[in-house]
Structures are given as C-alpha cells and as structure tokens.
C-alpha cells in the first residue's frame, strides 16, 4: 500500500508539473478576454473535458499502441524524457508564462478545443507523461494515474473558473517564478526519464 501512496505522489507531481494549471491561468484570461463570465465557465468546462478525454484514452490504450507499432518501453522512455526535458528547458528560456503559446488568436468557441485543449493541457508532454506511468503498470496503477489526472483536470477547471481573481491575488510576476520553478520539476522529471530508458535499452 505504502508504494501505491508513492507512486500516487509521484503521479500527482508529474502532471502537476507538466500542465501547472496556476501558469496557464494567463493565457486563459488572454483567450477569453472581453468574455462574459458564463461563457468563459462553457468554454473552461469544454477544455477539461476534451483535455481528459484525450490523455485517458492514451493511458487506456498505452499498451495497445505500442503492440501495433512494435515500439518498446526503453526508446519511449528516452524520447519522452527527450521531449519532456525539452518542454521544462523552454519554460526555464521563455519570458511568458508558458511555452504554449505566442500570439492571442481571434476568439471563437473552437478555442476551448484548440488551443486551450490541444495541446496547452493535453500536449504531447502530458500524454507522453500519462503513457509513461502505465506501460509496465498494473491494474491499480493504472486506476490511480487516471484518478490522478481527473483531479488535476478538475484543479485546472478551479483555476479558470477564478482566473482573474487569481491574477490579481497572485501577480503575473509570482505566475511566472512559479512557471520557471515548475520548468526545474519538468526538466528534472525528463532527466530521470531518459536515464531509466538508457538503464533498461542497455541492461544497466
């Protein structure tokens, strides 16, 4: 039981650090800026929804996806350390908020599918992040990494909802040390994923 608490912590702190909720607060308010406050819940819902829906599938059918395409567990793990060490080296780098997004696109209702959904929440890292957790996982972890991540989802929902209240409380500027610090997490994780993948590439 003591492992499951552990591997639930180290779950939570994974997804937590890939899709930090408190630093897309901002590009949220920049994509729904002029909106109405119902609108704006419409839109937060859609997001999350969408959002889960997509990294639980790739959770789900982790395994499956990588009978057909006959990949193995030690190159995911190095190309998504790759790729996940990537992401924290750019929020680290970047001056805004988040490495998501440059540019604020004119407002439609599709923004809760895109960008908001794909892939500020349900990016690459994210699923790569999800998948990771579960290729050699059992049953319960598995139930766990989706409990995990639903609760993460409904904090990201949290965060949207009060948004502006948010920013105001907190500062663009503490929003964005806390981005750079959650970059350090991102990167450390990344590392830690490319040196297990090369451990077990090569038997170490």
Do not use: C
Request: hydrophobic share 55%.
């Amino acid at each position: 039981m003591e492992n499951y608490w552990s591997y639930a912590l180290t779950v939570f702190m994974a997804f937590f650090a890939i899709m930090n909720p408190l630093v897309n607060i901002p590009i949220f308010v920049k994509l729904t800026e002029g909106i109405n406050a119902k609108k704006k819940k419409g839109i937060a819902k859609t997001a999350n929804v969408v959002a889960f829906l997509i990294v639980f599938a790739f959770i789900v059918a982790g395994k499956y996806i990588f009978e057909i395409f006959g990949l193995t567990i030690p190159s995911f793990k190095v190309f998504g350390g790759v790729l996940i060490f990537y992401i924290g080296f750019d929020m680290l780098q970047s001056k805004k908020t988040g490495p998501h997004l440059k540019d604020k696109p004119v407002f439609d209702d599709s923004i809760a599918i895109s960008p908001l959904a794909i892939p500020i929440m349900a990016g690459p890292g994210t699923i790569v992040t999800g998948m990771n957790f579960v290729v050699n996982a059992d049953f319960i972890q598995v139930f766990i990494t989706i409990m995990i991540f639903a609760l993460i989802i409904f904090f990201t929902y949290l965060a949207f909802i009060y948004s502006n209240y948010i920013v105001r409380l907190l500062g663009e500027n503490n929003l964005l040390i806390i981005g750079k610090i959650m970059g350090i997490v991102i990167g450390v994780l990344g590392a830690n994923m490319l040196i297990g993948g090369i451990k077990l590439a090569f038997n170490i």
